[in-house]
């Protein structure tokens, strides 16, 4: 899975999936990349909207901060989705 803006969609460099800096932004659209929106634990319908329950809560998600718990993702990938895919392929394995 390539790594993509959250606002404009285009495809990152993969030099962001080793380190993103508080400052850098999307080459396309000027975006701020080390925000909640580009976070894997950011999930709308989570609690602050951060699966990561230690977090401290970030009121504008779209800006760039300083959340020591930051890991850059993709947005759209849905971990509960590819949760239930493994369990329905340990399911098949086992079914008689």
């Keep these: 899975m390539s790594l993509t803006c959250y606002k404009c969609g285009k495809p990152l460099s993969d030099t962001y999936k080793i380190m993103v800096g508080r400052r850098d932004v999307c ?3 000027n975006t701020d990349l080390r925000c909640c929106k580009m976070c894997q634990f950011y999930d ?3 609690y602050n909207e951060c699966r990561e ?3 401290d809560r970030v009121q504008d998600k779209e800006k760039a ?3 020591d718990y930051f890991k850059i993702g993709s947005p759209g990938s ?3 989705k590819e ?3 493994a369990l329905a392929k340990a ?3 086992f079914k008689k």
Aim: hydrophobic letters at 30%.
């Design 65 to 67: 901060n300083f959340c």
């Design 83 to 85: 949760r239930q895919d």
């Design 91 to 93: 399911a098949a394995l």
């Design 27 to 29: 080459p396309s659209c």
């Design 44 to 46: 709308p319908k989570a």
């Design 53 to 55: 329950t230690s977090a």
């Design 78 to 80: 849905n971990p509960d």
